[in-house]
């Protein structure tokens, strides 16, 4: 079972009570950075936050919630390589959150996520 499955459950569990796309985007942000493992909540608002800023027009939260959900798995070391649902300015804001909470992080989990990072050409 992946995190984001966890996630996934507690994001249908919240939107039941959302009654307007600004209480679903809370509701996802909530939502992620319950799941989040392995970093402050700061930065896992930090890195909500710029995902979730592409769903403030959108008419639909499903594509943004796949990408925090992908979020979730890698920060657990299980990021799916073939769905890779990640935009290259994800992979920055990840590169830069770790990077500034990387002295607080556990090791195995900043090795995992840069090394992810370093893959996909966006470190600096």
């Not at 809370?26 to 392995?38: D, I, K, P, R, Y």
């Not at 590169?95 to 893959?119: C, F, I, Q, S, T």
Request: charged share 25%; with cysteine.
């Amino acid at each position: 079972m992946f995190v984001s499955d966890r996630f996934n459950k507690l994001v249908a569990r919240s939107r039941k009570n959302a009654v307007d796309h600004a209480a679903v985007l809370n509701a996802l942000e909530s939502s992620f950075v319950a799941c989040l493992a392995g970093i402050s909540e700061a930065g896992s608002r930090e890195i909500a936050s710029a995902v979730l800023a592409d769903a403030v027009d959108a008419p639909t939260t499903t594509a943004v919630t796949v990408r925090l959900a992908a979020v979730v798995d890698l920060f657990a070391g299980d990021y799916d390589e073939q769905l890779d649902p990640l935009l290259e300015s994800d992979w920055d804001v990840v590169r830069d959150v770790v990077g500034e909470n990387a002295a607080e992080m556990d090791m195995d989990v900043v090795n995992y996520v840069m090394g992810k990072v370093l893959e996909k050409g966006r470190l600096e």
